[in-house]
């Protein structure tokens, strides 16, 4: 199918690009790499009647900085630049997990900024924001603010952005050396039935794929405090989630592939 008509409008620069979409109102939509955004088009998902198109700002907004063990994202960043960044070994658990996003087209298009602001529950940015208790710089009309990572995501696809407002960076304030994700998914490429995410210097553990939004588990996390093993941590794990059914599995299955894929994600961080 075909995407309903929009008018389409270029930014030129952050702040104009911001009061254009305050002015146009909540009928319009930043695009960025069009990975998600022009699918739902095309479904008729998602009907904006204006697009401003924010790939005049690269120059301004793809980048990869590190500064004294704080790594900044500018949203532009494309899943591929990440992938193929010489990132301080601190922050190697990002680049290997770029490798389960999507295909490679779709990695060279997509975006940092886009992946956080669309919400998917599985999406392997939103789970690493999350785990490594990132923060979303945002413009507004008003000027920036912080959005702590666990603080964007509200339900399924649903975040704290108001309509207006445009990511413009992702700060992951510590290095994680012994952090990994690992997933399943029907088909490579896909999204994740289930996603397992773990950074054991902080002790923390999220999950995708089990709730509308990646989910912390205090009670898994609460057992790698203490010294428990992993398949302990991954018991703890299955028996506090109320994972959704739907044509991908059923509940019992997703506990199942929780218990696996935690153990799974544990091992590869403390081997890293
Ligand atoms: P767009 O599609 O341009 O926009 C998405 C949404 O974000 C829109 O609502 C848009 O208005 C908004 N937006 C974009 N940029 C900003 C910004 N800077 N500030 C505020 N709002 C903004 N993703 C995964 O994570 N894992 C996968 O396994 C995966 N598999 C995929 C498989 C296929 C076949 C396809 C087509 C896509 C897949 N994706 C997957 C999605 C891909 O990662 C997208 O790149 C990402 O979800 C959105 O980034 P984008 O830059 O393309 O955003």
């Known amino acids: 199918m075909k995407p309903a008509p929009f008018t389409y409008h270029r930014a030129r620069d952050v702040a104009g690009a911001v009061a254009l979409l305050a002015e146009l109102g909540e009928d319009a939509k930043y695009i960025a790499g069009g990975q998600s955004l022009v699918a739902m088009m095309n479904f008729r998902l998602a009907r904006p009647a204006h697009l401003v ?13 590190t500064d004294g063990g704080v790594l900044r994202l500018g949203a532009l960043t494309t899943h591929h630049q990440v992938e193929n960044a010489p990132l301080d070994p601190g922050f190697a658990v990002l680049r290997d997990a770029m490798g389960w996003i999507g295909h490679l087209p779709i990695r060279t298009r997509g975006t940092v900024g886009g992946s956080l602001a669309h919400g998917e529950a599985t999406a392997e940015w939103c789970l690493l924001a999350v785990l490594l208790g990132a923060e979303v710089v945002v413009q507004g009309t008003a000027g920036l603010r ?3 990572a666990e603080e964007l995501f509200l339900g399924f696809f649903t975040t704290a952005l108001e309509p207006e407002e445009m ?3 992702v700060v992951f304030p510590r290095p994680a050396p012994h952090a990994a994700l690992t997933e399943f998914a029907e088909r490579r490429g896909d999204y994740a039935v289930v996603a397992a995410a773990v950074d054991l210097d902080a002790e923390r553990v999220v ?3 089990v709730a509308p939004v990646p989910l912390r588990v205090p009670e898994a996390e609460a ?5 428990g093993t992993f398949a302990e941590c991954a018991e703890a794990a299955a028996a506090a989630i109320d994972p959704p059914a739907d044509g991908s599995g059923g509940a019992d299955y997703r506990r199942a592939l929780t218990r696996t894929l935690l153990v799974r994600a544990c091992e590869e961080a403390m081997l890293r």
Do not use: T
């Open 167 to 169: 990511i413009v960076e």
């Open 207 to 209: 999950l995708g794929g």
């Open 146 to 148: 912080l959005v702590p």
């Open 53 to 65: 198109d924010l790939g005049g700002l690269r120059g301004e907004l793809a980048y990869i900085r």
């Open 223 to 227: 057992v790698l405090a203490r010294g």
